[in-house]
């Protein structure tokens, strides 16, 4: 009983509510959780997207998305109450590090030398086959399993950020919220600035160095509030990354457009 208190008394503790909802610092901190979790989770938007497709009409698709959701919550609050337990064993951080590390590792890795896929779309053959409602639950089975498996990766990558459960579960949820809501947008976004894309991978690499630097060996800190804020600073460098990379190819396009039109001239004299 007192190793679920334990895991599961700070997510009741209405003094800890009050401090985070009040404290400015924290919400930054959540925007930044936020941020990182729609970014991070717009492959699994995709791929919940494709799994309610198996589904004959919206009002299904739909649904089974709003049970998934739920799941969802249930599911986060259960592992971020485990994962706070777990991230105070240093062989942890040091697991949790070098797995944050091959993830990004496994991004640039793709990226420059290979085309495949991180996440492979596969229909489930069997579900396919089945009819009415045990296929809707199906279904909706799959769904959580996806966020099972995709939401490892932003529950350790929060827990690396913050050690407040609370703020990490708002952090969380509010992500979660945003990702199903917005996730047409942000891959929209993302398709007009590919250049979010790698930076959610350069944070991550970034987030697994400062995970380790935890460790009792090396026992470096870097303080929440100043990584939100070099978060939002990596942000808001990407943007004017892309601009300035936008505003180049535009004025070589123009020269080109504008040299092809003065050779035609030329020509035709």
């Not at 649904?63 to 064993?89: A, C, D, E, N, P």
Request: hydrophobic letters at 50%; charged letters at 15%; glycine letters at 8%.
């Amino acid at each position: 009983m007192s190793l679920i208190e334990n895991l599961y008394g700070p997510f009741f503790d209405l003094q800890n509510w009050a401090t985070v909802i009040t404290s400015g610092q924290d919400w930054l901190i959540i925007l930044s959780l936020v941020m990182m979790e729609c970014l991070l989770s717009v492959d699994n938007a995709v791929v919940l997207a494709a799994q309610t497709r198996v589904l004959p009409t919206l009002k299904e698709q739909e649904m089974s998305l709003f049970y998934g959701i739920w799941g969802s919550y249930v599911f986060r609050f259960l592992v971020i109450g485990i994962g706070t337990y777990l991230i105070h064993f240093w062989e942890i951080k040091a697991i949790g590090a070098a797995y944050l590390m091959y993830m990004a590792y496994r991004f640039f890795h793709v990226k420059f030398f290979g085309k495949k896929s991180l996440h492979k779309d596969k229909k489930n053959s069997r579900i396919g086959q089945l009819t009415g409602r045990k296929r809707f639950w199906a279904v909706v089975a799959q769904i959580e399993f996806t966020d099972i498996v995709f939401s490892v990766d932003s529950v350790l990558a929060a827990l690396a950020v913050s050690d407040n459960p609370v703020i990490v579960l708002i952090g969380g949820l509010m992500g979660i919220l945003c990702m199903r809501g917005i996730a047409e947008f942000i891959m929209r976004l993302m398709r007009k600035i590919p250049e979010l894309e790698p930076m959610a991978y350069v944070l991550i690499a970034v987030i697994a160095v400062k995970l380790f630097l935890t460790i009792p060996a090396i026992d470096i800190e870097i303080p929440s509030g100043i990584f939100g804020i070099f978060i939002l600073l990596v942000f808001a460098l990407t943007m004017v990354i892309h601009f300035l990379r936008r505003g180049k190819r535009e004025t070589s396009s123009t020269k080109q457009n504008g040299g092809k039109k003065d050779g035609t001239s030329g020509t035709q004299g």
